[in-house]
C-alpha cells in the first residue's frame, strides 16, 4: 500500500533464485519433494525478506500482529511439507502422476488439518469475510 512495485517485485526475484538453487540441490536425493521444500524455501526467503524491509520502513508497527501469524503459517506449512516428504519415502516406486496427485492430497488435507488444530484468528473469520463480500 506504500505504491512501491519494485521492493516486491526484487523479493520475488531472490526468492525464485532461492527455489531455483535448491531445486537443483534437492531433485535428486528427494525426488518431487525436494521441489516442494525448495519451493517453500524460495518462499520462505521472499516472505523474510519483505518482512525485514517492512520492519524497517515501519518500525514496531504491526509487529505483534505479523510474527505470530507468520510463525503459525510456517508450522502448518512444516507439517504439510513433512507429510508430503514421508508420503514419498513410502511409495518411492510411484510414477510421478501418482506422486504428484497422492502428494497435493496429502498436502493439502494436512495443512488443512494443521490449520485446524492451531486455530489461528485469520481462520475464524474467514467464513465473515466470505459471507459479507461487496
Keep these: 500500500a506504500q505504491r512501491d512495485m519494485w521492493t ?11 527455489n ?20 517453500a524455501l524460495g518462499v520462505g526467503v521472499q516472505v523474510i ?10 518500525g514496531q508497527a504491526g509487529r ?21 516428504v514421508g508420503l514419498g519415502r513410502l511409495m518411492p516406486d510411484a510414477t510421478p502422476f501418482v506422486a504428484s496427485l497422492t502428494g497435493t492430497i496429502t498436502g493439502g488435507v494436512a495443512f488443512v488439518l494443521a490449520t485446524s488444530l492451531i486455530g489461528p484468528p485469520e481462520l475464524r473469520s474467514l467464513p465473515r469475510l466470505i459471507l459479507h463480500r461487496t
Design 49 to 58: 525478506l519483505l518482512m525485514l524491509i517492512a520492519k524497517r520502513r515501519l
Design 20 to 39: 531455483a538453487g535448491a531445486s537443483l540441490l534437492l531433485l535428486k536425493p528427494l525426488g518431487h519433494a525436494g521441489l516442494a521444500w525448495a519451493n
Design 64 to 84: 505483534w500482529r505479523v510474527g505470530p501469524s507468520a510463525m503459525r503459517a510456517s508450522a502448518t506449512s512444516f507439517v504439510m511439507g513433512a507429510a508430503v
Design 8 to 18: 516486491p517485485l526484487a523479493a520475488a526475484i531472490v526468492g525464485l533464485a532461492a
